[in-house]
């Protein structure tokens, strides 16, 4: 539930950040990119759609995106997408607890963008 309701807020404050914080509206204004962060089993999943400035998402699990970040559930999702620490995201990688599919620059562009706003 903690993770639905993460990603559900992420969906509100990117876009609003890119209206409002100026660091953010610059990095994500020449990208174009789908980024899917969802759950191994499918069940929790929410899509990410950056077009040159414009913000949007869907819910669910897509098959179209340009890079996924599949966590092995959904409280580790939201343990480490809300661990203030850098290396949060990394160590989960390297435990086997994260794994990117697709082109992982989009992932890494997709992390540094929310360090912006957070």
């Known amino acids: 539930m903690k993770f639905s ?3 559900f807020a992420l ?5 609003i950040a890119a209206r409002t914080n100026k660091a953010f509206k610059k990095y994500i204004r020449n990208t174009s ?6 759950t191994a ?9 950056f077009d040159k400035g414009k913000i949007s998402s ?7 995106f340009d890079a ?3 966590w092995r559930d959904a409280a580790t999702g939201f343990a480490v997408m809300t661990d203030k620490r ?8 390297a435990a086997g607890k994260l794994k990117i599919e697709g082109m992982s ?3 890494l562009w997709f992390d540094e963008g929310v360090k912006l706003i957070l």
Do not use: C, M
């Open 86 to 93: 850098e290396d949060a995201a990394f160590n989960a990688a």
């Open 33 to 38: 990119a789908k980024i899917l962060i969802k």
């Open 11 to 15: 969906s509100i404050l990117l876009p």
């Open 68 to 70: 996924a970040l599949v």
């Open 5 to 7: 309701a993460l990603l």
């Open 105 to 107: 620059i989009y992932a």
């Open 58 to 64: 869907r819910a669910g699990d897509h098959q179209d």
């Open 41 to 49: 089993d499918g069940k929790r999943a929410r899509l990410f759609i």
